[in-house]
Every structure is written in structure tokens, then in C-alpha cells.
Nanobody, 114 residues
Framework: QVQLVESGGGLVQAGGSLRLSCAAS????????MGWYRQAPGKQRELVAH???????NYGDSVKGRFTISRDNAKNTVYLQMNSLKPEDTGVYYC????????WGQGTRVTVSS
């Protein structure tokens, strides 16, 4: 079993920045994948950014060039730096990890005001 604890959400004005953190309860060195999804009100959950095996990164089209995913293996933590935030980035951001199974965090809310 793996616990994922997210932090860093909040309320920010459009154009601002936030950094989300996701701390795992065990090593993320050999993950299959780990990253972030988000769910806006009334919409399906969508990929924001994630690492896949070999530390390759993938981003959702709507966040490319604005968001950056990074990791600190020593801290078992993945980060999401979000810049130039837009109101459409509002939603609940979920960390997930694919290790020996797929695990989800409890979610952290991001609200971007116009």
C-alpha cells in the first residue's frame, strides 16, 4: 500500500503561480508512472502531467509551456509548478502513482479567479 499526500493548492488570481507537492509513503525511484490529474466541475478527470518509466514526462495540451513537473527521489516527492494560471485551470488536482498498483491522493483544490 502507498499513501500519497498532496499539498499546495489554494486560491490565486489569473496569471499567478502555485506549486503542488505530492509526497509518497515509499520510494518513487522505480515507479511506472507518477503525476497529476485534475477534475473541473462537471468535467471528466484529465491528465495534467506525469512521469513515465525512464523519467520521461508528458503534459496535457492545455498546460504545455505553463506547468512543469519535477521530482525529488530522496524525498519521495513529485512537484507541479503551475505558472500563468488561468480560470480554466480551476479544479481538484489529484496525485497518482503507478507502482505495484495504482494509487490516488485525496486531491487538493486549485481555484483561479479572473
Amino acid at each position: 500500500q502507498v499513501q500519497l499526500v498532496e499539498s499546495g493548492g489554494g486560491l490565486v488570481q489569473a496569471g499567478g503561480s502555485l506549486r503542488l507537492s505530492c509526497a509518497a509513503s515509499r520510494s518513487i525511484f522505480s515507479i511506472n508512472a507518477m503525476g497529476w490529474y485534475r477534475q473541473a466541475p462537471g468535467k471528466q478527470r484529465e491528465l495534467v502531467a506525469h512521469f513515465t518509466s525512464g523519467s520521461r514526462t508528458n503534459y496535457g495540451d492545455s498546460v504545455k509551456g505553463r506547468f512543469t513537473i519535477s521530482r525529488d527521489n530522496a524525498k519521495n516527492t513529485v512537484y507541479l509548478q503551475m505558472n500563468s494560471l488561468k480560470p480554466e485551470d480551476t479544479g481538484v488536482y489529484y496525485c497518482y502513482a503507478n507502482i505495484d498498483n495504482i494509487y490516488w491522493g485525496q486531491g487538493t483544490r486549485v481555484t483561479v479567479s479572473s
